[in-house]
């Protein structure tokens, strides 16, 4: 749940300050006094701008690679300790199912504001607020009493959180779109701090008991805060302030660009990835009576899973190629699923929660890709694609929790494999992506 260049509109990018400005590609540099990050060519240091090796005063990507790791802290521990909060909030997985609902309403939302306050003040200024924010909302949430307070911790947690996660998608497309491979890479160390999360909050559940999940949360908090302060002086990609949009600006964009159905493929694929995180290992600790051991293991190889199926398409460079990528991914993670519902031997059951993990975590950060190719400042148009990414994950805890309150979670989970096969579906009928 895990675990988005030209500007926006096709036309050369605006700085309320200076008027017009159109970036420079001779030697790779901007005109003088541009915001804009200059160009990188394939064969340039990679790493320095994805994890922003060197001195952190200057512009890279390492804010972005440090807000997903602590999102992905926060998603492997959430993966694992499901079945605490779920005791917590009591009235079990449709209650879950509708906090969470609730919690991605508002965070859809949030999203949209997100993508338009990056245009606007660019991704710098808003990333860092968004994630003082997060910072606080995580450790006021771990402290809030069951069952209201904790529902009313994961709804502003969760809608934090939206807004931190668009900012940084905006980032990194902006940096990265028109390299979708290298962008995979980027979102790949989402699931290592993810696989760090399983471990920390396994161990905190051994620790604490049922509170551990509590104190997850705080060292999550912590780890934002650290971010915030180690990359103080780095300027990101679309980093200065840009023009002033509308929240609609983006919706009337996906329609005139034709990107809805890509748009409609990351929101089942959001579906699919937080379902997974949610219900995977819920089925495996809850309904299946598998240890702490078996659900934090299971989650924990899956996100190594996720990592090495991202790094095996980091040299994906063409839209046909990451069309190819994601179809072959969320066929992968359909049969996973299908694995996870129907069989009862609980390693088998493991095994399918990791191929599932592993499939559909390609799809976020290839989809992003194609929305975000040869825009400078894609802020509003990613704004708009991840509201449509967590108006999925709205329906889909909705969904899921209903069918699995009423049939069980098995049946939930085949429902999960069906929006999985629409993902495959709808991206292999876009012919459009070159």
Do not use: K
């Not at 790949?188 to 559940?205: E, I």
């Amino acid at each position: 749940m895990v675990p988005m260049v030209g500007g926006a509109y096709g036309s050369p990018p605006r700085c309320t300050a200076t008027g017009s400005r159109r970036l420079s590609t001779r030697a790779g540099r901007p005109d003088p006094g541009s915001w804009e990050a200059p160009a990188v060519s394939p064969g340039d240091d990679d790493a320095r701008s994805v994890a922003g090796r060197g001195r952190l005063g200057g512009r890279s990507l390492a804010p972005v690679a440090g807000t997903f790791a602590a999102f992905g802290l926060f998603m492997g521990a959430w993966t694992v300790a499901t079945p605490e909060v779920e005791r917590a909030l009591g009235g079990g997985p449709a209650r879950l199912g509708l906090v969470m609902s609730a919690a991605l309403v508002v965070a859809s939302g949030v999203n949209t504001v997100g993508g338009t306050l990056a245009e606007r003040r660019g991704t710098t200024a808003a990333l860092r607020g968004a994630l003082v924010a997060w910072a606080v909302a995580l450790g006021v949430g771990a402290v809030l009493p069951a069952p209201w307070g904790v529902a009313a911790g994961i709804v502003v947690v969760l809608s934090l959180g939206g807004a931190v996660d668009v900012i940084a998608n905006v980032a990194a497309t902006a940096g990265l779109a028109d390299r979708p491979g290298h962008l995979v890479r980027l979102h790949a160390v989402f699931n290592l701090g993810g696989a760090a999360g399983t471990v920390v909050v396994g161990v905190l559940l051994a620790v604490a008991g049922a509170a551990g999940w509590r104190w997850a949360w705080v060292v999550v908090a912590v780890l934002v805060v650290g971010v915030v302060v180690v990359t103080a002086g780095v300027h990101l990609p679309a980093g200065g302030a840009g023009s002033a949009v509308r929240f609609s600006d983006g919706m009337r964009e996906l329609r005139s660009q034709r990107l809805v159905p890509v748009a409609v493929a990351l929101a089942l694929a959001a579906v699919v990835e937080g379902g997974v995180n949610t219900w995977g290992v819920l089925q495996l600790r809850g309904q299946l009576d598998a240890g702490l051991l078996v659900g934090a293991g299971g989650a924990f190889v899956g996100y190594l899973v996720a990592v090495t199926a991202r790094l095996s398409v980091s040299r994906v460079e063409t839209a046909a190629a990451a069309r190819r990528a994601v179809i072959g991914g969320t066929v992968l993670a359909a049969v996973g699923l299908v694995v996870l519902a129907t069989v009862s031997q609980t390693i088998v059951a493991a095994a399918g929660l990791v191929l599932a993990a592993g499939g559909v975590s390609v799809c976020w950060p290839l989809l992003m890709s194609e929305v975000g190719r040869g825009r400078e400042r894609p802020g509003v148009l990613v704004g708009a694609v991840t509201t449509f990414g967590y108006l999925g994950s709205v329906i889909g805890p909705g969904l899921v929790g209903a069918v699995s309150g009423a049939i069980g979670v098995p049946a939930g989970l085949l429902v999960l494999a069906g929006a999985a096969i629409a993902v495959a579906a709808l991206v292999g009928a876009r012919r459009g992506m070159r």
